[in-house]
């Protein structure tokens, strides 16, 4: 196997090694991306090729195609054996780490966000409802833009940027469709008493959650002492046994046993991670599902996606003709406006964590 760009091998059956030259450059890409320094591939490609030492230490100048993908998407860089094509964490290898478990997560976060929609921050913080109302006519997101007249005066608007739409480049004013999305939230304000069991019922939840995980990490102990238990085992019969093909029959089985026992170790590393406090998890959700028509008149940007991701199921359609279309909300917030069955409020359509548009 080729050792990753970073890597090196130190001979044969040996654990790969940092590159004394190229490991610098890796790590620092790779940061620089997590961090955002670096918004793009093309930017991370760009630091890679001009940097002095990577080219004193090839003979391409140019790196390949997939090259900047692979970086940012394998897990081995974390200090984990990956499936590369997934870039999976499969279990911890041997090797040191060029970064932090949790800066190969950020990267993957990135990655993804940038799958759904790339975020323009100069024109998102004027237009809150910029990708997430959708054209009625096409159903693609409108965009929106700052008109300038003759005078010079600039002016807001929504359109619809599809070709070959029937609202095709049809402004809309950005006052007019926001004042009718105020109107909107307005009406999904729901009353107190629901908040207070909304918050009941999430919190039943995620009692139910933790009591699940703590079942789940005693099994995985559990599990975890056997395998351990059978090595001891092996291990004796190995010292007691002199044929040498059964020592060899009995030490592939140990190796075996070992790397379940690395599986299980870190499947419960992970289900540690899996349960932030409940504060942390809900109670922005429940600020927001209370009073959301406050938060988005009075707050920033931020609290203002929150509020959509929060309360809407889906991208809401807007018509020029008949305005705003009816909204989906999450099942959080039609478990506040209209509590029906049980069963209904228990099987959330998108689970617990509000929504990525
Ligand atoms: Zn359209």
Redesign the pocket.
Known sequence: MKAPFGYRSDGKGKVMVPHETFAPIAKAALEGYASGHFQTHGEVRTFIEDHPDFKVGRKKPRVGNNFVKNLLSRSIYAGYFDYAPWGVPVTKGKHQPLISLETHKKIQDRLNQRVTAPFRKDIALDFPLRGFIL?A??G?PLTSYWATNRKKVRYPYYE?H?KG????RKAIPREKLEIEFEECLDQLQPSADIVVAARAMLKDMWDARRAHLAERRKSLTVDARKIEAEIESFLDRIVETTNPSIVSAYEKRVTHLQRQLAILEEQKANLDEKQPPFEDLFEHTIEILSTPCDIWRKRDIRWKRLVLKSVFAERLPYSRSEGLRTAKTTFAFKALSAPKGADEILVPPHGLEPRTY
């Not at 739409?165 to 095709?168: F, N, R």
């Open positions: 054209c006519d096409c693609s619809c599809k739409c029937a609202s095709h």
